[in-house]
Nanobody, 118 residues
Framework: VQLQASGGGLVQAGGSLRLSCAAS????????MGWYRQVPGKQRELVAG???????TYADSVKGRFTISRDNAKKTVYLQMDSLKPEDTAIYYC?????????????WGQGTLVTVSS
C-alpha cells in the first residue's frame, strides 16, 4: 500500500494550494482520510479529517480557510487551502484507514512541504 501526496510548494500569504493524496495497492475500501501537519520541533497535528460518510473535522486554526474532500473511486483525498498564512508552513502528511484483506490498517503518506511567505 502506498500513499502518494502532491501539491505542496511555495506560496505567498493569502494565496492558495491544493494538496492531493492517492492511495494505491491492495486497499479495497477506505474509512477515515485525513491531513496532518508537522513543524520541526513540534508534534504532528490534525489539520482536517473526513469520514467515509463525508463528515468533516477541522482544526480551529484552519476552519473557514481549508476544505477537505475525497473521491472514493480514485481513492484520493484532497485539501484545498485558501487564505494561507505563514503559520501554515509545515510538512503536510496524509493519513488513511484502509481495508486490506479483512482488517483496517492505518497508513501515512510521505509528506509534502508547504511554505507560506509573508
Amino acid at each position: 500500500v502506498q500513499l502518494q501526496a502532491s501539491g505542496g510548494g511555495l506560496v505567498q500569504a493569502g494565496g492558495s494550494l491544493r494538496l492531493s493524496c492517492a492511495a494505491s495497492g491492495s486497499i479495497s475500501s477506505i474509512d477515515t482520510m485525513g491531513w496532518y501537519r508537522q513543524v520541526p520541533g513540534k508534534q504532528r497535528e490534525l489539520v482536517a479529517g473526513i469520514s467515509r460518510y463525508s463528515t468533516r473535522t477541522y482544526a480551529d486554526s484552519v476552519k473557514g480557510r481549508f476544505t477537505i474532500s475525497r473521491d472514493n473511486a480514485k481513492k484520493t483525498v484532497y485539501l484545498q487551502m485558501d487564505s494561507l498564512k505563514p503559520e501554515d508552513t509545515a510538512i503536510y502528511y496524509c493519513n488513511i484507514d484502509g481495508l486490506v484483506g479483512f482488517r483496517y490498517e492505518n497508513y501515512w503518506g510521505q509528506g509534502t512541504l508547504v511554505t507560506v511567505s509573508s
